[in-house]
């Protein structure tokens, strides 16, 4: 099975930027998809986005939509997403996830927070 592992998180302005890492490990070579959620306390998980891993097309939520985007490295074993323009409602626990057909394997999880 794939197991992914986050890195990246930590504390930013406003408006400032972050780029978290996913690195998966086990077998890739069976991985068909890789994204993000993110979740606050009290709250469901969120989808953030996510990238085919055979044919790059993306998708994202629309509140991040212009500010996030979300790529992958030629070895197809890291995910990245790059996140600008950040805003306080974006602090979350953004947890990397992968799909393949073992099922859906998640990382423990990076925290984001972004100060007023």
């Known amino acids: 099975q794939v197991q992914p592992v986050e890195f990246g998180g930590g504390l930013v302005q406003a408006g400032g930027s972050l780029r978290l890492s996913c690195v998966a490990s086990?077998?890739?070579?069976?991985?068909?998809?890789m994204g993000w959620f993110r979740q606050t306390p009290g709250k469901e998980r969120e989808f953030v986005a996510d990238?085919?891993?055979?044919?790059?097309?993306?998708f994202y939520t629309d509140s991040v939509k212009g500010r996030f985007t979300i790529s992958r490295d030629d070895a197809k074993t890291t995910v990245y997403l790059q996140m600008v323009n950040l805003k306080p409602e974006d602090t979350a626990a953004y947890y990397c996830?992968?799909?393949?057909?073992?099922?859906?394997?998640w990382g423990q999880g990076t925290q984001v927070t972004v100060s007023s």
């Open positions: 990238i085919g891993w055979s044919n790059n097309y993306t």
């Open positions: 086990g077998r890739t070579s069976r991985t068909y998809t």
């Open positions: 996830y992968a799909d393949s057909p073992e099922g859906r394997a």
